[in-house]
């Protein structure tokens, strides 16, 4: 029987689309939009986690806590928070909230957090448990290799590290797929059947980091009303992957570097050492040997983390790879939204070819997702796409910036009496180029 769990959140579109990866991942899951929804669907039935958004248009995640734990306490609550509500989802552990993951939501580690919260409720591990929290996800995109010299580059070194032990330093811009290169070096080694645990370790409080690493015992300070599983211990004979390793502070570096050299770890409050065996896989889109001179990183922490360095190129630098790229989130988008666009139009695949892609493939992937969900026809068409790639599609009128340029074709009209051609040539651009700035400014003749 799949475990049960409810997800409240007044975004419908984020909690239905939470719902259908959750599906697919085997779980039964109910909707819920309002606080009193959830509050009417906790009474009604018994579940297995509740998902919670802290901040609800009718009542707030802690409510909802306060409910559920005098319904069922064994039910485990999980709280969806923003930046700006860390504090109040930390204070709320006291409270008897599970945990807590922070806004956006990434999906390894929602599954992650499920998967503990199921572990904790029930002490006997169900099969489907521990595929979820055992199994890395398989992400598509690791099969997605390109044929840039990049690309082919970027999976030799894969290929020819994920076999061996050594930490791997993976060096790259935002958004440009590092995660994908961990589980691809993790999928490809001696590992790949036990867990690969990823941590966001910019989202990690610094008064927290001991409990998340490496676990802490009921009672151990205020607020620890379970005995909790640290990250090292989740991926014991497997991968833990730090993405953006740079943003720890200077004490949990220090934490860190003691336990990778040990091999061991002591939640808090434990007198009793657990041993670990993991490979560590590391990821930063900023320069670490610069943080080393600054002062800011630990230079043995480095070292230790760089036996290996993977460099994750640019989407923009993999020019052979842009469309092979776009298509697979096509398909994606495709399968996600149940729609059958079939492809993109000439103007995008240029537009895409030359575009800088400041966000990377993550930019990519929301892109053509967005674009599949807007599309009225069969190829997706520059008017679906975002406003500043359609600033982009057209660039700017030489002699004018982006401010002015709008007055400038206004005026250039008026004196044409409003013939596109003659407009045109007295902005010196041509009449395609002319219709695209019509439309970008929503200029009707």
């Not at 580690?109 to 521990?130: D, F, M, Q, Y």
């Amino acid at each position: 029987m799949s475990s049960k769990i409810l997800v409240i959140d007044d975004d419908t579109a984020f909690c239905v689309m939470l719902k259908t990866f959750l599906q697919k991942k085997g779980f039964n899951v109910t909707n819920a939009f309002t606080g009193q929804e959830g509050e009417e669907e906790i009474k009604k039935q018994a579940f297995d986690v509740v998902l919670t958004d802290i901040r609800l248009p009718d009542s707030d995640g802690l409510k909802i806590l306060k409910l559920v734990k005098e319904t069922s306490f064994d039910t485990q609550v999980i709280l969806m928070t923003g930046y700006t509500d860390i504090k109040t989802a930390v204070n709320s552990i006291k409270d008897g909230a599970f945990d807590y993951v922070g806004k956006p939501i990434n999906p390894d580690e929602i599954l992650h957090t499920i998967g503990l919260a199921l572990n904790k409720k029930s002490s006997k591990e169900k099969p489907e448990i521990k595929t979820q929290v055992k199994k890395p996800t398989q992400s598509p995109l690791s099969f997605v290799k390109g044929i840039s010299s990049d690309s082919q580059r970027l999976h030799e070194h894969i290929g020819l590290v994920a076999p061996t032990n050594m930490s791997v330093l993976i060096i790259g811009d935002s958004g440009t797929g590092k995660e994908y290169i961990a589980q691809s070096i993790h999928l490809l080694s001696k590992r790949a059947d036990k867990p690969f645990i990823a941590v966001d370790c910019g989202a990690i409080p610094k008064e927290l980091a001991s409990s998340e690493f490496f676990g802490h015992i009921k009672g151990s300070f205020t607020g620890a009303v379970n005995d909790k599983t640290g990250h090292f211990e989740a991926a014991n004979g497997g991968t833990l992957f730090l993405d953006e390793v740079g943003n720890l502070s200077y004490e949990v570096q220090v934490q860190l570097l003691r336990a990778l050299q040990e091999r061991k770890i002591k939640p808090v409050g434990s007198n009793h050492e657990i041993k670990v065996d993991i490979r560590v896989i590391a990821a930063t889109n900023e320069d670490l040997n610069e943080a080393v001179k600054r002062g800011d990183f630990r230079e043995d922490l480095y070292h230790r983390l760089n036996e290996f360095s993977v460099k994750a190129p640019r989407l923009a630098d993999r020019k052979q790879d842009i469309m092979i790229f776009a298509n697979h989130f096509l398909a994606q988008a495709n399968d996600d939204l149940e729609k059958d666009v079939e492809g993109f139009d000439g103007d995008v695949t240029d537009l895409f070819k030359n575009y800088d892609w400041p966000g990377n493939l993550r930019e990519m992937k929301n892109i053509i997702k967005r674009s599949v969900l807007l599309a009225k026809s069969n190829l997706i068409n520059i008017e679906v796409l975002p406003h500043e790639m359609q600033e982009a599609s057209v660039g700017s009128l030489s002699g004018y910036s982006k401010d002015n340029e709008e007055q400038a074709i206004r005026e250039a009209l008026e004196k044409a009496n409003f013939n596109k051609s003659k407009a045109a040539i007295l902005l010196n651009i041509d009449r395609k180029t002319l219709y695209n700035k019509l439309k970008l400014y929503n200029i009707d003749l």
